[in-house]
């Protein structure tokens, strides 16, 4: 494969945005990353976009076609990709293999959501479009309810208290209060939203044993990339970012017909395959960004992925091994506890926020100090689809 | 870049299929192109769908994780491809470049749609989903207005008569009848379509002056292919298909701001795209593919291709030049004209004729002689996102 390198990144802040279209989102970040590459004039050549509610939300298809008009990319060539809340990654994916190829020089990517301006029970069914529809969409299962069976089992199995999740939400919203672009810019006060009198207020259960804090919230955002071939990169004479890692894999569309609902094996084997690749392991890591979309995920994947044993991964939040400063911190964005989930822009974002980290470009009460490798983990479905990269810092 | 094979193609009949979901449809033609690659065991490193209406008409989203279970595929990698009616030749490319870039040794490329089972008014607004949300959506522009609106002004400047779109419709009625795979198989009675008492009645006017033998009908259908590297084709010692040329260009989302709105530059560009990669001329080509949504746009395409100079393309089809054992055999399949045209299978479908084209395998009444070349052209939206394929036989 022809290396490829990530020369631009950029988002706009997450949240609640009523007043930009998903157009004027997914152009925003698009135009910050082809800035960031220095490619304003010279764009790209195709470009990929990540979304998912197009159609069921916005009622509108060929949206790739659009925004490479809207932003004058003409003739570039241009689709969408879509693959539920992994779409980003798979659009990344896209691009990688499209600069790998030979046949293109320098793609954009470009993954974007607008959730908000549906009523939130239709915004949960649109959700829901991803579940079987035999076996779990006629019978009302929810994304959330997922994640609480999944919860509630996991904790059963390697004894988690709710204190464990908690510690997820905690850090990701401390992190999310350092991090202008994320929906939640505000740390946890734990005595008004975990212990006080009002906790049951602030805190409901969702999806028990999963409270509110335990869940990402609905945002609208986007975020974009831009790829390249390393001479490109070189050309440019200062730090970039190798896709040096990349893994993928699939496994039943179902939760119930897995051996073993908690064995999450498609990050398993997506993240082995990346490592494979790399030719590095977990311990090479400097900083990753897990698909926490309910707290107990992010724990999950980060045994999954090999940052820790089976069933050590809440201790290890829990004794800061994955704060700043830990021995592997994760989602220092804030992730999507915090920095928000705009379906088709997270895996996009999730490499945004490792570009910088590699770039040490950050504020330093957010930068992993001298990070060279970091690891991203995008999550499909129930786990039914997942993506791992590994990208690497190179200085001229 | 890495060469790329078709090893398999396969497609069900296109029709009204009341009794099969949009999931059953893509399996079994998945499946079809498996077998005929000789891989219903050994499957595929990764799936590429396309569809366009899963969303809005289906209400379905993570269509391809849900595809590659069903199949069996896991832990093959999935995505769904979107591009309008251009999706199928999008997943493919998709295909190409993942092949080509080294990373996967084969894939899957599946294209299909469920248009039929909503009120017709739901499905052409549907279509219109992909008009631009501000300038055309918003005043009722269809896409049949707008093939309505080329073909009178194609017609005036260059001294078209409906004649000339009728014997597009009558040659492509006639193959259709011959290909078990479409969705009309009865040629066209001019005497009870176009000229008797009834023709009034038989072929209404449905957007001045295209009437309803100038379009193509709504189909639900699913088409597949298996790319593979050469390696592996070459491994099955029989005649298999080398992409030999690719290319994709992208125009301004609306018809209006075209300097010419009869200049279907996308077409152009993609061809000559393609034409440059396989270095190849017009003038090689034994069999293609148009994208004949309507009539008037296979006269259109078979120009900006360089088949015909411009404005000569409608006395070709009269003189028999796009016949079969004509200087270009156009849309011996039927085309969208008779094959039908499920938006995401059309792409892929093209290819698969292409296919048995180059392997010579189709009964004598519909085989293009000793054809060595073909070309495809899919084209989405009014010519806003267009790819052009061409494919090579090789023998061992």
Not at 25 to 34: F, H, I, N, Q, V
Not at 64 to 86: C, F, K, Q, T
Not at 192 to 203: H, L, Q, S, V
Not at 325 to 336: A, D, F, R, T, V
Request: proline share 6%.
């Amino acid at each position: 494969m022809r290396p490829v390198a990530i020369i631009g990144a950029g988002m706009i802040p997450f949240g609640k945005l009523a007043d930009q279209s998903l157009m004027q989102m997914l152009a925003r970040a698009a135009l910050a990353a082809l800035d960031d590459a220095g490619r304003s004039e010279s764009g790209a050549d195709a470009l990929f976009v990540a979304n998912v509610g197009g159609g069921i939300l916005q009622h509108r298809t060929a949206i790739a076609s659009s925004l490479a008009d809207l932003l004058a990319l003409l003739p570039a060539a241009a689709e969408l990709v879509e693959n539920g809340p992994a779409s980003g990654a798979s659009a990344a994916k896209a691009g990688l293999l499209a600069v790998a190829s030979g046949y293109y020089d320098s793609v954009l990517v470009v993954g974007g959501e607008k959730m908000h301006g549906s009523p939130t029970a239709q915004i949960t069914d649109f959700i829901a479009s991803m579940t079987h529809p035999h076996a779990e969409y006629p019978y009302g299962v929810t994304m959330t309810g997922m994640g609480g069976m999944y919860a509630r089992l996991y904790m059963e199995k390697y004894n988690l208290s709710p204190t464990h999740l908690q510690a997820v939400s905690v850090k990701n919203h401390a992190m999310g209060a350092l991090n202008p672009y994320a929906h939640f810019q505000l740390p946890i006060d734990p005595e008004r939203i975990f212990d006080g009198p009002f906790a049951e207020i602030n805190n409901p259960v969702l999806a028990d044993p999963l409270r509110l804090y335990d869940l990402c919230p609905i945002s609208d955002g986007a975020a974009a990339l831009v790829l390249s071939t390393v001479e490109i990169a070189e050309s440019l004479k200062k730090p970039y970012v190798l896709v040096s890692g990349f893994g993928q894999a699939t496994d039943t569309h179902t939760l119930v017909q897995r051996d073993d609902p908690l064995d999450l094996k498609a990050v398993r084997l997506a993240a082995r395959a990346a490592f494979d690749m790399a030719r590095l392991s977990p311990a090479d890591v400097d900083v990753a960004e897990l698909h926490d979309a309910f707290t107990i995920l992010e724990i999950a994947i980060s045994e999954e992925v090999g940052f820790f044993e089976k069933g050590a991964g809440g201790d290890a939040v829990l004794d800061g091994k994955t704060c700043l400063g830990g021995q592997i911190p994760i989602n220092i964005s804030g992730g999507l506890k915090a920095r928000g989930h705009p379906l088709g822009a997270t895996g996009v974002a999730q490499l945004v926020e490792i570009v910088w980290q590699l770039r040490h470009e950050l504020p330093p009460e957010r930068q992993v100090e001298n990070a060279q490798i970091g690891l991203t983990v995008n999550f499909g479905g129930f786990a039914n689809n997942v993506l791992c990269f590994i990208l690497k810092r190179v200085a001229p």
